[in-house]
């Protein structure tokens, strides 16, 4: 039983530390891109701490949502988040599953490549969106009376850019449309809607993300007008955004286009492929040769086997 473990145990290490020297390449091609896509999540959090001093609070306007679904209030609110946690934490474990697990299909630094394209696209969108038009918070927080609703003027740069983290950014007001929290879960769905292998997994996360919605409305974090923004214009982006970025490798090819196989006669398996399709692995006699009935043909002529084997 020891010996079992050990042995698995060691396979697992030289598993993930192949799987580091491989990925530490792809970060050597890639980290501009990962860089520029952190950089502007850093980004989307100042736009909206920069928002929640233009927010002003007022009347809660009309809502089918919130017609529909009762309020969960400040002690319910959690419900929410926490779900947006397991949705969130769940996909970052996923994307990082090739250094442990044998079935792999994705890359890790890739697939963040791509995901974080899809952030960036869709919340360079959201800022446009809110700082157009600031509506009256419907969050608990964000209503008239509280303190929070409205932020002073802040006394310097640095309490601006420092976000007020992560105080500032549980307790914002002003960043309505459209949703960030649909933002992160439709962009992981989709993700492992197109990538991932367990079909059963894929079907629970749009389910989940169903889910999200109601409660984002239910909890009063946002208008049903933020959801329903989000539901259409994350997966229009994500759907053109997709068909401009270059398509992933699939890793079952690659492994067998980096690794040639030689057989015991010292033949690769590329040569026998050609010699089974008639080709003698000499490049001047590449000719494609089919046999169809009984026949050979041969750069268009036609040969009896049976003659030929005749002496005819």
Same mark, same amino acid.
């Given at each position: 039983?020891?010996?079992?473990?050990?042995?698995?145990?060691?396979?697992?290490?030289?598993?993930?530390?192949?799987?580091?020297?491989?990925?530490?390449?792809?970060?050597?091609?890639?980290?501009?891109?990962?860089?520029?896509?952190?950089?502007?999540?850093?980004?989307?959090?100042?736009?909206?701490?920069?928002?929640?001093?233009?927010?002003?609070?007022?009347?809660?306007?009309?809502?089918?949502?919130?017609?529909?679904?009762?309020?969960?209030?400040?002690?319910?609110?959690?419900?929410?988040?926490?779900?947006?946690?397991?949705?969130?934490?769940?996909?970052?474990?996923?994307?990082?599953?090739?250094?442990?697990?044998?079935?792999?299909?994705?890359?890790?630094?890739?697939?963040? =490549?791509?995901?974080?394209?899809?952030?960036?696209?869709?919340?360079?969108?959201?800022?446009?969106?809110?700082?157009?038009?600031?509506?009256?918070?419907?969050?608990?927080?964000?209503?008239?009376?509280?303190?929070?609703?409205?932020?002073?003027?802040?006394?310097?740069?640095?309490?601006?850019?420092?976000?007020?983290?992560?105080?500032?950014?549980?307790?914002? =007001?002003?960043?309505?449309?459209?949703?960030?929290?649909?933002?992160?879960?439709?962009?992981?769905?989709?993700?492992?809607?197109?990538?991932?292998?367990?079909?059963?997994?894929?079907?629970?996360?749009?389910?989940?993300?169903?889910?999200?919605?109601?409660?984002?409305?239910?909890?009063?974090?946002?208008?049903?007008?933020?959801?329903?923004?989000?539901?259409?214009?994350?997966?229009?982006?994500?759907?053109?955004?997709?068909?401009?970025?270059?398509?992933?490798?699939?890793?079952?090819?690659?492994?067998?286009?980096?690794?040639?196989?030689?057989?015991?006669?010292?033949?690769?398996?590329?040569?026998?492929?050609?010699?089974?399709?008639?080709?003698?692995?000499?490049?001047?006699?590449?000719?494609?040769?089919?046999?169809?009935?009984?026949?050979?043909?041969?750069?268009?002529?036609?040969?009896?086997?049976?003659?030929?084997?005749?002496?005819?």
């Amino acid at each position: 039983m020891s010996f079992y473990i050990g042995r698995e145990a060691s396979k697992l290490w030289k598993r993930i530390c192949a799987e580091v020297t491989t990925e530490i390449n792809l970060l050597a091609e890639n980290w501009k891109y990962l860089l520029a896509g952190l950089v502007f999540q850093y980004i989307h959090g100042l736009a909206a701490r920069g928002v929640h001093y233009l927010h002003r609070p007022g009347p809660i306007l009309q809502d089918v949502g919130f017609i529909l679904l009762p309020e969960l209030g400040k002690e319910k609110a959690y419900i929410s988040e926490t779900l947006f946690t397991i949705i969130f934490l769940s996909f970052v474990l996923w994307t990082f599953h090739p250094f442990i697990l044998k079935s792999r299909k994705i890359y890790t630094v890739l697939i963040w =490549c791509r995901v974080l394209a899809f952030l960036v696209a869709s919340q360079f969108l959201r800022i446009i969106s809110f700082y157009s038009t600031q509506l009256p918070g419907p969050n608990y927080h964000c209503r008239e009376g509280s303190k929070l609703a409205t932020l002073p003027r802040p006394d310097n740069a640095l309490e601006v850019l420092l976000l007020n983290f992560p105080r500032g950014v549980v307790y914002g =007001c002003g960043d309505l449309i459209f949703s960030s929290h649909m933002i992160f879960t439709l962009v992981f769905v989709r993700t492992y809607h197109k990538y991932g292998s367990r079909r059963w997994i894929q079907q629970l996360g749009w389910l989940l993300a169903v889910v999200q919605s109601l409660l984002i409305v239910a909890s009063r974090k946002h208008y049903t007008v933020d959801v329903v923004v989000a539901w259409y214009t994350v997966n229009l982006v994500v759907f053109f955004v997709d068909k401009k970025l270059p398509e992933l490798p699939d890793r079952s090819s690659a492994v067998a286009s980096l690794l040639p196989v030689s057989t015991k006669d010292g033949r690769t398996k590329e040569e026998n492929h050609k010699l089974l399709n008639g080709n003698s692995g000499d490049p001047a006699d590449w000719r494609q040769r089919t046999q169809v009935n009984g026949k050979i043909v041969e750069n268009g002529n036609t040969l009896h086997a049976d003659s030929a084997m005749n002496g005819a």
